[in-house]
């Protein structure tokens, strides 16, 4: 039974007044290696069927994996049944009806290990050159393609593939006290050039023999697009209007309402997402699983257009759905699954901030980043795998590890310097968020709390 | 003691196995497994008394792993015929054969015995799934309207989840296993028109049923009742003064502690740098095993995968391991490390503590963590004789926000509420704390151990690992304890207010 017999056959059974019908098909390759060769790998596919049934305005939702079509009605009838006995749903609203893709019948798009036929001899080499001259490569390769297929009563008809590719490449030397990365995102393998990634991080390990040991303290530092990527990523999920509205979050006014509107920076940032963007193509119609803060089971199929979060250092919107925009006032503005920073302005390379930075902190990411207060958004977490000296415009080695304590939204308010914007690959949250485009930031006194031992 | 579901039981597990190691063997691999397993997860959420969405989601599918010519080789499928079972035993042939030329490591597992055909089941009362949603609803709904009118918002949520495994593998081993766990939360949320806070339950996740939500293991209504009052004087209690205290950890926030800094510490294959580049490594290096003094002498520490309730309580392993109890930390130095087959060879451990574990049918066993837990003292003091022997400290409960460096070294913690101690005696609530520390300083500084009737099971659904990456329920049992000179940030400093 191929995707769309699902979909037609689960829409068509009789019961609920409504239902909304949504197929997930995915397969995966990966390649995982450590200390120069290979320790894990593996191909999977996977296949799951969720049904929304609507009966009144009460709402329920079964999902279940590598249905068979004689278990069909089955799923659909617990659905049904489900929302038969719901109470009413405050986020209901009349269904998405209008949108159909051309290639609704076209087969499922999938992947295999075929995938890294390329990359996995190149990465060999790389292994060996890495042996012959003392460093020690670890990382991870994955590729994916996820297919959703959403249909409705209401005659909808959408579907999107999504290939998602990243790699990590982590160098470090034999007694692990030196460590680089870099990582890199792709929808296919083919442009990635492993070896380029390895000779970078030849250069890091080479900055790192001069060790320099700094306390803790607030200090000038340039954060490179991933850095800032894996910050503006948990503005970005911060950022529910529902929660804001409700008083729970840093984008609450005090006294009741959002900060919707307020100035963040007096930087010309703009902090967006396009489904459209090249390079970052991401899907281009709501889906929800299930309904909760942020999404909505009735917004299936909605549209996602470009939507700026912030416009010229502006907080503009918030993530919502058509139910919180109506509480809350302001436009309906579903999350997207890609985020990009630009300056109006424009800005130098990462090399060029590097240049023109009289004494000041280089790093490479930031790890293990979680929320210390919701109020403000303070986030603490650690530098890792690079953090150097900069001194006359030139790298002068490497300094120890830090803990810092930071709040993103501080940030776009305190940085002095925005960056050209380039496709980057978060460190810390590339497991759930690989499409952004980011540029390099200076901060003139980043909170490195305390040191860390870590290497 | 319950049995396995029927349902489960009923799908053709014997004949699928049977085809993916007959075709594994044909293959020349020297070792197959054959992993089918059905994962069902129900999660409800509730604000201010609504139901605001609810998911009943399952996972089903099966998995074989092949050592073929020294390297590993998965697959995973979701078609349960012979047929698609035979073909994904090829495809991790394949796969092991086209991996082969940068694997320099030949893979060889520590030996186990055969069990043919074992079963075990948790230890549960009433299968969540057998509720009606209504009822749950219901019950959550009546919680959070008890608190409304109290607090500006409750939101509450239930979390359900039914585990069920079949694993068979060339040697022999047959196992068949199915446990249970649900994880009850409840937030309240209130502001002062300035300041904003909350403040959740410190009911833990735990490997029980139902019934744990109806009076068995904790007393919700009781617990629930203090919250409004707790989270009012929490909102006007005064900001802490950054500086040096002594600190006494209730369980609820301890566990994490010990999850962060002990439990993924003392993981071999982090330690040996098969982590390296994700999750870390670890200051806890092999060659430090029965030197480190990890803590004070009284800290005792061991792993397990057998307590009752626990999350991590398995019958068998994902490698057909049967589990087991051992020593990571006795009397203060690091002794034991967590082990899957692969590991325990490696390092001439002998056999392996049986540690792997696969959260679906779509990933590879890992080493993951065992029940990691600090042993309370025989006979030792009360959490209020801990408390009474501080002079000027903080008393911490319930866990929040975590972090913790790659090796495991540094880390920062806050937590539900913070009790200044004064004199020896509790003086109100503090606000804005975090405690930071290095994982040996901070161990070393414990100086007492509360008795058995202070141990507290805590833990988690969600400890991440591996990539692609991968959740683990685990449990983590603990006294309350005292801790010396510890240093305390204020948060809103931090943040440069």
Avoid at chain 1, 350 to 371: K, P, Q, S
Avoid at chain 2, 255 to 265: C, M
Wanted: with cysteine.
């Amino acid at each position: 039974m191929t995707p769309q017999e699902t979909v037609e056959r689960a829409l068509a059974l009789p019961g609920a007044d409504q239902r909304v019908v949504i197929v997930d098909e995915g397969s995966t390759a990966n390649l995982r290696f450590a200390g120069n060769t290979l320790t894990t790998n593996g191909v999977t596919r996977s296949a799951r069927l969720t049904v929304i049934s609507i009966a009144g305005s009460g709402v329920g939702v079964v999902s279940r994996a590598a249905v068979r079509p004689d278990q069909l009605a089955d799923v659909v009838a617990a659905a049904d049944a489900a929302a038969r006995d719901a109470e009413p749903a405050e986020d209901a609203r009349p269904l998405v009806a209008e949108g159909s893709d051309a290639d609704w019948d076209d087969p499922v798009r999938r992947t295999s290990i075929e995938v890294f036929s390329g990359f996995a001899p190149a990465l060999g080499e790389c292994f060996a050159t890495a042996e012959a001259s003392g460093r020690r490569l670890y990382g991870f390769a994955e590729h994916q393609v996820d297919s959703v297929f959403v249909g409705s009563s209401t005659g909808l008809r959408r579907r999107h593939d999504q290939p998602t590719g990243r790699l990590e490449l982590n160098a470090k030397s034999p007694d692990m006290t030196r460590s680089a990365w870099a990582g890199v995102a792709t929808r296919d393998f083919a442009d990635v050039d492993v070896t380029a990634l390895d000779e970078t991080l030849a250069q890091r390990l080479d900055w790192a023999k001069r060790r320099i040991d700094l306390p803790a303290g607030r200090y000038e530092t340039i954060l490179p697009p991933g850095a800032v990527s894996d910050l503006m990523i948990y503005l970005y999920w911060s950022a529910g209007a529902r929660d804001a509205a409700d008083g729970r979050t840093v984008f609450a006014k005090p006294g009741g309402g959002t900060r919707v509107g307020e100035e963040l920076s007096t930087l010309p940032v703009r902090l967006f997402s396009d489904p459209a963007r090249a390079g970052v193509e991401c899907l281009d119609f709501a889906v929800a699983h299930a309904s909760g803060r942020e999404q909505s089971v009735f917004d299936n199929g909605l549209a996602l257009t470009e939507t700026d979060w912030i416009r010229d250092g502006r907080l503009t919107n918030l993530v919502q759905t058509r139910h919180s925009a109506e509480l809350t006032g302001l436009a309906t503005t579903p999350q997207i699954d890609n985020l990009i920073m630009e300056s109006a302005t424009g800005g130098g390379t990462l090399e060029e901030m590097i240049a023109g930075t009289d004494r000041g902190l280089l790093v490479t990411c930031l790890w293990y980043i979680r929320e210390v207060d919701p109020q403000t958004l303070l986030l603490t977490g650690l530098t890792r795998d690079g953090v150097y000296l900069v001194e006359n415009g030139e790298v002068v080695g490497e300094v120890n590890n830090f803990r810092f304590n930071e709040s993103p939204v501080d940030l776009l308010n305190r940085m002095t310097e925005v960056g050209t914007s380039i496709r980057t690959l978060p460190r810390e949250w590339n497991d759930y968020f690989t499409r952004s485009i980011m540029p390099p930031i200076r901060v003139p006194d980043f909170n490195m709390s305390t040191v860390s031992q870590a290497n | 003691m319950r049995e396995i579901d029927p349902d489960f039981l009923a799908l053709p597990l014997r004949r699928l196995a049977d085809a993916a190691l007959t075709r594994a063997r044909e293959l020349g691999a020297e070792h197959a497994s054959f992993r089918l397993e059905r994962v069902r997860a129900e999660t409800l959420r509730l604000f201010d008394a609504r139901l605001e969405g609810s998911i009943d989601a399952d996972d089903l599918g099966f998995a074989v792993r092949v050592v073929k010519d020294g390297t590993w080789g998965f697959a995973a499928g979701i078609e349960l015929t012979p047929e698609a079972a035979a073909a994904v035993a090829e495809q991790a042939v394949t796969v092991a054969q086209v991996s082969a030329p940068i694997n320099r490591e030949p893979v060889e597992l520590a030996p186990e015995g055969v069990y043919a055909d074992v079963t075990w089941v948790s230890a549960y009362d009433i299968d969540p799934f057998d509720v009606p949603l209504r009822e749950k609803v219901d019950l959550l709904g009546d919680w959070s309207r008890g608190l409304l009118g109290q607090v500006d918002h409750v939101s509450a949520s239930l979390m359900q989840v039914k585990e069920q495994k079949f694993y068979a593998d060339s040697a022999g081993t047959i196992t068949t296993q199915q446990r249970v766990r649900v994880h009850p939360s409840i937030t309240v949320m209130k502001s002062d028109g300035e300041r904003f806070d909350d403040m959740r339950t410190l009911a833990p996740p735990v490997g029980r049923g139902y019934e744990y939500l109806t009076g068995t293991g904790w007393d919700f209504p009781a617990e629930l009742a203090t919250l409004p009052e707790l989270l009012a004087e929490k909102l006007a209690a005064p900001s802490v003064e950054s500086g040096r205290y002594d600190l006494v950890v209730h369980p609820s926030n301890l566990w994490l502690t010990i999850h962060e800094s002990i439990g993924h510490a003392t993981e071999l294959d982090r330690a040996l740098g098969y982590e390296a580049a994700y999750a870390g490594t670890s200051f806890a290096t092999f060659d430090q095993l029965g030197e480190l003094t990890y803590g004070s002498k009284i800290m005792n520490v061991t792993g397990d995968r057998t307590a009752e309730h626990g999350l991590a309580t398995v019958g068998w392993d994902d490698e057909g391991v049967q589990a087991q109890s051992f020593d990571i930390v006795r009397d203060g130095t690091l002794t034991g490390y967590q082990l899957d087959r692969r590991m325990a060879l490696l390092k001439g451990l002998g056999r392996s503590n049986g540690c792997a574990f696969a959260d679906s049918p779509g990933h590879p066993p890992l080493q993951r963590m065992a029940n990691v837990s600090l042993r309370p003292a025989e006979g030792g003091p009360s959490t209020e004789e801990l408390i009474a022997g501080v002079d000027n400290g903080i008393y911490v409960l319930g866990d929040k926000s975590w972090s913790i460096d790659m090796q495991r070294y540094n880390f920062q913690f806050t937590g539900q509420r913070f009790y200044r101690i004064s004199g020896g005696k509790l003086a109100g609530q503090l606000r804005d704390v975090a405690y930071q520390a290095t994982t040996t300083d901070f161990w070393r500084s414990m100086d007492a151990v509360g008795g058995p009737h202070t141990y507290v099971l805590g833990g988690a659904f969600n400890c991440g690992k591996g990539q692609p990456g991968q959740v683990a329920p685990v449990s983590h049992g603990c006294p309350s304890a005292r801790f010396r000179n510890v240093r305390i940030l204020n948060t809103v400093q931090e943040g440069g207010k």
